[in-house]
């Protein structure tokens, strides 16, 4: 599958450094684009795909998911990685990763948007988060391949810096939490120490969901409220809030909740409605003024375009992982950006996902705010061999090795190794389904 290389992978960086500095500054004194020059630099380095590997790597006993990476490896010993994470559906992912190998073999890795239309249009079949996972796993491992080739980050051949560094919001604190407080006061907490550490956002979803996953609508909304209004307190007015309901309210609910939300300023309110009917989402938006999002299950460009040409929300969220990868994304944003919408990058995945989505927002004018997800924590710093990003004043400093920016240590993921998760969905009081 990866058969050793012809020469050795120094040698071949070496002699890309060389291709890539001449192919730019041929550009410099010529009327092309920066893209053309690389791309005539690519090529002349002869790259061919020999193969592929998914790894699954479990994230934990409080986690619902496994980590889905891919390595693509080439006949100059350069080697890719990609990342395809879909709760629930992580081997079903892998299998349909691990399905392109036998179009990807021998192909040249640095035609990154032509195998992305092959992989996309070829099947017949199309769309939907199995298959769009699998690509954006396989489509950022041929940007890494490409960065690498160049010795260039990603964000510079996405076409350079579009900002200093991308503005990020977490999760997690590294202050101490008092075990014996309530839930309601835990997160609280949780979310002063977010603000002690230096960040100036997080999110929750604000809705009460007892532990049995019963969905009582009034209660839920009323006590998901009155947190909301304590935690306005308890972080001040400058802290952003970001509310993500999952799309787990009925119509009536989401404007109820969106507009008792009103008052306590929240960033904006995500997947205030399911995705199948863009008109519940046009009539939320009819009936509220609060900052809205959405897209974080939906997976190409196309329905991305008639929420922004609607102006039916403020933020679009496509996840790079589930949206085909950054060829992708970065259509959807210049889709926004043309409506004036904002780019909102869902990211509760690996550091993967999370150096994929900087490179993204480092390129993309509207690209402003980026989500960040537990694996920044130092528990998974041994997975990527000590790798991390640079974060400062709560903002994500550029990456500045080629390509993605990290590798996968193999011995450590074999430590956690593929675990089933049990999932369980939400039920109406009358024990009927509801969504998660």
Known sequence: ?????????????????????????????????????????????????????????????????????????????????????????????????????????????????????????????????????????????????????????IWKLLGGRARDKVKVYVKHTLQPIDPRLSDEDKLIARWVGIKKDGWSGSKSSFLDIPRDGTMDFPKAIRRGIDLLRRMRDAVGPD????????????????????????????????????????????????????????????????????????????????????????TEVKKIAAIADAFRVEVLPHNPNSRVCTFASVHLCLSTPNATVLETSTSELPRWDDLFFGRRMTYKDGFALPPERPGLGLELNEDEAKKYPYTPKPWAGLRFPDGAIHDR
Not at 101 to 121: C, H, N, S
Not at 256 to 269: K, L, V
Request: hydrophobic content about 40%; some cysteine.
């Open 1 to 153: 599958m990866n058969p050793p290389p012809p020469c050795s992978r120094r040698g071949f960086l070496s002699r890309a450094a060389t291709f890539a500095t001449a192919g730019l500054a041929a550009s410099a004194s010529a009327p092309r684009a920066i893209g053309a020059a690389a791309t005539d630099a690519a090529k002349a380095l002869g790259l061919k795909i020999t193969g592929l590997k998914t790894f699954l790597v479990d994230t934990g006993p409080d986690r619902d998911e496994n980590y889905v990476f891919v390595k693509i490896y080439t006949n100059k010993g350069i080697v890719g990685l990609g990342e395809g994470t879909m709760t629930g559906k992580c081997k079903t992912v892998a299998t349909a990763i691990e399905e392109h190998e036998r179009y990807l073999v021998g192909k040249d890795p640095t035609d990154i948007e032509y195998l992305w239309q092959a992989m996309f249009r070829g099947p017949r079949y199309r769309g939907g988060p199995i298959l769009m996972s699998a690509l954006g796993a396989i489509d950022v491992a041929l940007w890494d391949i490409l960065g690498q080739a160049l010795g260039v980050p």
């Open 239 to 326: 802290f952003d809030i970001h509310i993500d309901v999952h799309g787990q309210l009925t119509t009536p609910m989401a404007v109820d909740f969106c507009n008792r939300a009103e008052p306590y300023r929240p960033f904006c309110i995500e997947e205030p409605t399911q995705l199948e009917d863009l008109g519940e989402l046009a009539h939320v938006r009819a009936h509220t003024k609060v900052p809205l999002a959405t897209g974080e299950r939906i997976t190409t460009k196309y329905p991305f375009a008639e929420i922004c040409a609607r102006h039916l929300v403020d933020y679009v969220q496509p996840d790079i992982v589930h949206c085909g990868g950054l």
